[in-house]
């Protein structure tokens, strides 16, 4: 069983200072997860967008200088005849297009694991034009005494995923684009296996198929190959869309046990549902498939997971295990809010 | 200046055997290139559909047992009720679409670059699900005794990257996917740079922006990473659509000269032209640009360039550079034929 924690959302849109003054918070949601000396840090992804002015179109954007970023507004005039107003997400403008929001990524701290302290600056943000269309959706990995933060950087080359690590969640290293794009949804193991490091990927592989999880190994965190997909999306109304993974799956007796999502709609536009599922890979050979889930273990159910800035969305890419085996798995509502279920490692390894 | 040879094409269709009785085989092209033993070494692309049958329906496909593949018939009565005919390019059965084509990758051999013989049997061909509709488009690194063929895959999973290598051009050994989907167009250098492999290869990067030409490097050919955007799509006719790698780039005093091609429309569906266009990238540190061609440098003009199994298509992944620094250029006309064309190393410097 999976247990919604009573007082969801632990965050909300409205606990966070904007990143710059005429910028707008718009969501904190999808952590990455993990504890530092004790206490739980989140990796929260923060869309902003421009606070609105009388006569003016802005949208926000980030100036790159020798490897820096920094948070800008463009201001268009809204009877400027070169401004094209495309949908809530885009304006064009001369012909180019910007998105209307831009999301960071910002640090919560928590000695309990509910009430959370923000930090009122971005942990990482939009340096490099791979990530001028936003940073998003980090994954936390702890291998010996680093912790890895893999992130989704998204431009007008699509979006790739970067690797950052840091040892005390003040200083962070970035390593680059670890996954070209179109690639998302990276969970590095938090062990070597043979040598090796694992993660899983999800590549775009949308051809006569549909996007899948897929295995890669490295043996520097840094380049990657012996790619093999290991689930594809079937045909049920749950994940007829797409599935990728979580977090760093947890290691039990039984395999590694992934927590992963799936998208699935009624086959029109505009339905689309996203569910949490369970996935056991074989502990020496995890490109091996144990076993699946049939059927979600969790769905949107609550007012919070079901209404928001996208209606239907649970998505989650954090958790904590504790030594007792509970285990907290923080996700993100609506793209919107952050929220906590909890749960154990045998109760999800029953659910299977 | 580049030089159509006078008798193009020097290899069509008819002049291929088809893998097995029932086959027909519908074009020879774009050709993985090396000289062995001073032999030129042709790797064609050649895609199969079914001979015609009355009253039946029928599509090539592999079956596969242990790691080998064996081509086979699905043959569909026409009047089955299950059979819908999708278009030329595939058939859908019991909701399952099957393309009417399949490629694999064939040798052939001469002694003077022009006359060639041409094996009877595949050289690689579908031997696991990642490639279970074709091969495609290979290229041919030679590093130290060692040829690396790279190839497409395609399957459900959508297109991407494999390496093979061989001493020989007859025992081949598969080392699996170096480039998950969506990736083609490959080209790994013939030589270290600073102890490393370097690749160019072409992620499906498509969001806001356009398939661009891409650099990685490796250790061990294997594992790749430090992926960097090299050069995207203009906005000119010629490239609007994309661009892509084509075979390794050839070492001169100036810099690494690829030949790549860029696809362009005229903004209508049906318009599409391939052209062949230049790129000089730095001796010692590949992923800087030193200059690109700011027009092509070929463009479909021949009637075996404009009309063919697909209209206004030439594409090359396969060159021989002699020691005098003349280099003949072998490429694929209309997705149907190989065709020479001939130039220098100072030639194509000069043009760009």
């Given amino acids: 069983m999976i247990k919604r924690y009573i007082n969801n959302p632990l965050i909300t849109p409205e606990m966070v200072r904007p990143s710059m003054e005429g910028y707008n918070v718009l969501g904190a949601f999808n952590p990455g997860v993990s504890l530092y000396n004790g206490h739980v840090i989140l990796i929260m992804r923060i869309p902003e967008n421009c606070v609105e002015q009388k006569g003016f179109v802005s949208v926000p954007y980030y100036e790159f200088k020798n490897g820096e970023g920094f948070p800008r507004i463009r201001k268009i005039a809204r009877n400027d005849p070169d401004l094209k107003l495309k949908d809530t997400r885009a304006v064009i ?3 180019v297009e910007y998105p209307s929001t831009v999301s960071h990524l910002r640090i919560a701290r928590s000695e309990d694991g509910i009430s959370f302290r923000i930090e009122d600056k ?3 943000y939009p340096c490099i034009g791979y990530e001028s269309l936003g940073v998003e959706d980090a994954r936390i990995s702890k291998i010996e005494d680093t912790y890895y933060i893999n992130y989704t950087a998204v431009s007008g080359d699509g979006f790739c995923t970067m690797l950052a690590e840091t040892r005390d969640f003040k200083e962070v290293i970035r390593k680059g684009i670890i996954f070209p794009p179109l690639n998302k ?22 051809w006569f198929g549909r996007p899948s999880v897929w295995y890669a190994e490295s043996f520097d965190l840094i380049n990657w190959g012996n790619h093999k997909c290991l689930i594809r999306p079937g045909d049920d109304d749950y994940e007829n869309v797409k599935i990728g993974g979580g977090c760093a799956p947890i290691k039990t007796k039984e395999g590694w046990l992934e927590i992963y999502h799936s998208v699935g709609d009624s086959g029109k536009p505009g339905t ?14 995890p490109w091996k498939v144990i076993k699946r889930s049939s059927s979600p273990v969790m769905a949107p159910e609550k007012n919070y997971e079901k ?6 969305v649970i998505f989650t890419n954090g958790m904590i295990v504790k030594p007792d085996g509970s285990v907290d798995i923080y996700y993100g509502a609506c793209d919107e809010t952050i929220c906590l279920a909890q749960t154990s490692v045998n109760e999800l390894l029953n659910m299977l």
């Fill in 307 to 312: 209404r928001g800035f996208v209606n239907n």
């Fill in 122 to 124: 971005p942990f990482i």
């Fill in 185 to 206: 949804d990276v969970a590095i193991f938090e062990e070597k296996i043979k040598e090796k490091y694992i993660a899983l990927h999800r590549p775009h592989n949308q």
């Fill in 93 to 95: 403008y001369k012909n």
């Fill in 272 to 285: 689309e549902i996203y569910y949490l599922n369970l996935l056991l890979l074989d502990l020496d050979e």
